[in-house]
């Protein structure tokens, strides 16, 4: 699901858009510039509850946390650094349908 802002990461929690549930949210602006004569510094705060997926170049950067995203809070980046995508730490219990799944004896559930 798409947000205008990071910080707006927060107010699609626990919604339902067409049915589904958003674990992964793609801000469209994620960063603040900071320029001081000659030098522009990016930085972001990525929002409690959230880990978030950053890439330089198009290339995924590992941050700090187990899994090789980056931990909430304030970032400093470089301006070609990019918050891809934010993963929701929330547990979201959801229930699938069951459709054509074989068994280890190759049998049909439905």
């Given at each position: 699901?798409?947000?205008?802002?990071?910080?707006?990461?927060?107010?699609?929690?626990?919604?339902?858009?067409?049915?589904?549930?958003?674990?992964?949210?793609?801000?469209?602006?994620?960063?603040?510039?900071?320029?001081?004569?000659?030098?522009?510094?990016?930085?972001?705060?990525?929002?409690?509850?959230?880990?978030?997926?950053?890439?330089?170049?198009?290339?995924?950067?590992?941050?700090?946390e187990e899994?090789?995203?980056?931990?909430?809070g304030f970032?400093?980046?470089?301006?070609?650094?990019?918050?891809?995508?934010?993963?929701?730490?929330?547990?979201?219990?959801?229930d699938t349908?069951?459709?054509?799944?074989?068994?280890?004896?190759?049998?049909?559930?439905?």
């Amino acid at each position: 699901m798409q947000v205008n802002h990071i910080r707006d990461a927060h107010s699609v929690v626990g919604l339902m858009p067409d049915n589904f549930v958003p674990v992964s949210i793609v801000p469209k602006h994620w960063n603040s510039r900071f320029c001081c004569g000659c030098c522009c510094c990016c930085w972001t705060s990525v929002p409690s509850g959230f880990s978030a997926m950053v890439s330089a170049w198009g290339k995924d950067l590992e941050g700090a946390e187990e899994d090789g995203t980056w931990e909430p809070g304030f970032h400093w980046m470089c301006p070609w650094h990019r918050v891809n995508r934010l993963v929701s730490r929330q547990l979201i219990i959801f229930d699938t349908p069951v459709k054509a799944v074989k068994t280890a004896d190759n049998l049909d559930l439905s």
